[in-house]
């Protein structure tokens, strides 16, 4: 089995800054893909950044310019750096991980338990 463990978020001001860390642990052969997606109250989920197991990041507009995702691949740890946050940021943060357990295994996603992320005066 494979866990994701995520850690780091909170109550945030606007204009503030968290960063968000998520370690992928258990029986991993090799991690592909790893991203953050976010849901707000009422929204659908949505996919905040990824990045590849070669370090290529993405991101969804509204974030561009205000959240960095770096990964550890030694750690298969990834990180999102969230700054100049803004109160439509608030949701619960799901860290994923593209995950298999041997080379001959099909890739599977895992995800984490969710982290609340609040911005608000």
């Known amino acids: 089995q494979v866990q994701l463990v995520e850690s780091g978020g909170g109550l945030v001001q606007p204009g503030g800054s968290l960063r968000l860390s998520c370690a992928a642990s258990?029986?991993?052969?090799?991690?592909?893909?790893m991203g953050w997606y976010r849901q707000a109250p009422g929204k659908p989920r949505e996919l905040v950044a990824a990045?590849?197991?070669?370090?290529?990041?993405n991101y969804v507009d509204s974030v561009k310019g205000r959240f960095t995702i770096s990964r550890d691949n030694a750690k298969n740890t990834v990180y999102l750096q969230m700054n100049s946050l803004k109160p439509e940021d608030t949701a619960v943060y799901y860290c994923n991980a593209q995950v298999r357990v041997r080379f001959y295994t099909a890739w599977s996603d895992y995800w984490g338990q969710g982290t609340q992320v609040t911005v608000s005066s």
């Open positions: 258990g029986s991993i052969g090799s991690v592909n893909t």
């Open positions: 990045i590849t197991s070669g370090g290529s990041p």
